[in-house]
């Protein structure tokens, strides 16, 4: 982590509090422990306190008085409006395109798709491919920048993306969609290249149902339910 002064900055140690969510490294509905996050960050509880509360305003971690913080469990309303401003963004990117499109980002892109067809890729390889891909349609568009507003505002939709990714043996099918969108965009068909971008990004939903078919644990639902204090904590 960088330092400041010789010390993390808390801005460090939020950001990496927050990957360690949005990865799954703490898992939805999982209990956190200031002690042993501090200890693992190799930091006082105080910046790990004050992520927890920043984490807790995205919604991302939930705060039970007398009982304890938790990672929030997925909530598909939040993912909901997560895609739903992504959709918007990157299809309006699309509609935007130039006449003529950049051939160095255009290159960029079929290396990146080349990679994804990489074997024995990791899921967060293929993540960051993933996300690498979506900036850069959005760079031939001449709004490359969004993306890190769009990035910013979709933690909840990267969480349910990724729980689809563990449960699909290969990302080769996401991968197939990305030629086929790229292979739109590059042939001057914007129709085509939208229609695949809206099935693409709205696969996540299929993937929360089949999910939450087998392990609703992970699921939020009614809001009002608290975790009980036993022996252990546990969700009810």
Known sequence: MAQTNGRTSRRDIYLKLRQMVLTL???PGAALSENELAASLGVSRTPVRESLILLGQEGLVQVFPKIGSFVSRVDPARVADAQFLREAVELASLADLPAELDPEVVGELRDNLARQRSEGLALEEFFALDEAFHQGLMRLSGHGEVWTTVA???GHLDRARRLGLHEN??????????HEILDAVV????????TAMRTHLRAVFD???RIRAHSPELFATDASTVPVRRNV????
């Open 169 to 178: 043996v290969s990302p080769a099918v996401f991968a197939a969609q990305h």
């Open 25 to 27: 490294e703490l898992a």
């Open 187 to 194: 042939g001057g068909d914007t129709d085509l290249a939208r």
């Open 152 to 154: 910013a505002a979709k």
């Open 233 to 236: 904590v546990v969700w009810e």
């Open 207 to 209: 993937d929360i149902e």
